[in-house]
């Protein structure tokens, strides 16, 4: 029953991680209005499914970080209920954030749940040094390295672009189903069997020229969408195994099996239940356009792809958001008071994680 357990609380921390984190990496797709919400989420799955399953063959040290191996005794790592702890602590952490739509690190998270179970599990005799050197260095620098290389790879496209004498216009976006007209200042849509209704219509920029005889625009689309598919991938790579790691003391069940089954229960939790955070990365840290959001993107994917390979705990949310935010910085369009309430929920996630964690592992050991 306890192995059971372990393994419902596994799935519902991977749904609660596809819900916040899915959308993540085609959040750019969205806000610079290159797809719409469905077909950006259609995107999201596939690819991170994609990775997922690639985590079987190149994310291995991972599972083993995530099992957490080094930080308390190997004793302790092979109980279920100390496992337990930690899927339910990250959880509930995530799922919260999920719905009020903080986008928060599933891997920050996990780092503050392994703490407060192993604490209140082994005392001091938690590796406090080890917690610090091979979890939250990475997580600390992961998003202040990728602004600073999302805004100067983009002022670096930008002097490019210019340089081919692509230009920038702004264009009136309406949903494609409507049929338009202007009255007055404001946008009215006709509507089958007669009648109007208002719509939202926005400016996009657009870039206008060619390159090798293909319209600029959509060469940036296209490889804007591959970007984003980068990232999505990566983030299955990266997340898949950190969630696997908790299921090792299931000597029964095999690493692979338990890869497919967490990558399943991250893409329904996107389905269902990831329109708010995507809202929030989308549109609200800063305005993008398409090569904007190729910047960040670009960059996203290369950093948690390297990171994953060498076993580096990043989170792809404080990349994803760094380099967004670096964007935004660049461009003078970021909305500080957005940021400021993401850091907020960043520095509470720990804490709440490990208070929740540490709960649950003294319940389940007061009543075995």
Known sequence: MILVLLFLAAAFLAYSNGANDNFKGVATLFGSGTLDYKKAITWATITTLSGSIAAIFLASTLVKNFSGKGLVPDSLIQSPTFAISIALGAAITVFLATKIGMPISTTHSLVGALFGSGVVAVGSSFNFA????????????????AAVVSLIVYLFFRQVRKAVGIEKESVLAVPAELTPQMETAKMVAAIPGGGTKSIEARYIEKYQGEFIGISAQKILDFFHFISAGVVSFARGLNDTPKIV?????????????????????MAIGGILNAKKVGEMMSKKITPMNSGQGFTANLVTGLLVTTASIHGMPVSTTHVSVGSIFGIGTATKKADIKVVRKILLSWLMTLPIAATIAGLVYFILGFIS
């Open 245 to 265: 790691g908790l299921l090792v003391v299931i000597n029964a069940l095999d690493i692979k099996y338990g890869m497919i089954a967490v990558a399943l229960a």
């Open 130 to 145: 080890k917690l610090g050197s091979a979890f939250l260095w990475p997580l600390i620098i992961s998003p202040l390295m």
